[in-house]
């Protein structure tokens, strides 16, 4: 869905959007359009309005993902990531709703960039809940990357992690030292 304030919240999976977009819910006047993970063109109609939303550092959101889709061999999931229906494009893209003019919420400091967000709108801040936490996601995420993994995601979804300003997972840089 997308959450409707003096502005509009688009929720990317996997990037405590479903937190954020509850949280936003209690503002006064706040309601929300469509099925959780709208798309762009279902909130059209609200064209000029800010729009918000949130990523994660793509590397911990395949993680994540992982958990999220039966699979045994996280390199096979690598692999075939970009057949699921949460993304679009060509290359492949995680967080394909974030427009040029997207107000990001990082998920690494989401609390005090939504913060900034709302209080550039003149509304109040609110305090954000964990929910729907991978609960299944047991170690780092570093540690589910090998080189063969890493170079798979790195060569998959690098362009993601440039296009919002993470590191690149190389191969050298995929499992944490022992």
Request: hydrophobic content about 35%.
């Amino acid at each position: 869905m997308a959450v409707l304030l003096p502005g509009k919240f688009l929720c990317n999976p996997r990037t405590a959007s479903v937190a954020t977009s509850r949280t936003l819910l209690e503002l006064p006047g706040a309601r929300k359009v469509g099925y959780h993970h709208a798309a762009v063109d279902e909130v059209d109609d609200h064209a000029g309005e800010p729009t918000v939303a949130t990523v994660r550092n793509p590397y911990d959101a395949l993680v994540s993902w992982y958990h999220h889709l039966p699979d045994s061999d996280f390199g096979d999931f690598l692999r075939r990531y970009d057949h699921h229906p949460f993304i679009k494009g060509r290359p492949p893209d995680l967080f394909w709703q974030c427009g040029p003019d997207t107000h990001v919420l990082r998920f690494e400091t989401v609390q005090h960039d939504l913060d900034a967000f709302l209080v550039g709108l003149g509304l109040p801040t609110l305090r954000l809940f964990r929910r729907n936490v991978t609960t299944s996601k047991t170690r780092p995420w570093r540690d589910y990357y090998d080189d063969r993994t890493a170079a798979i995601a790195d060569e998959r979804f690098g362009h993601v992690a440039d296009r919002w300003g993470y590191d690149r997972l190389t191969p050298s840089r995929g499992r944490s030292p022992s």
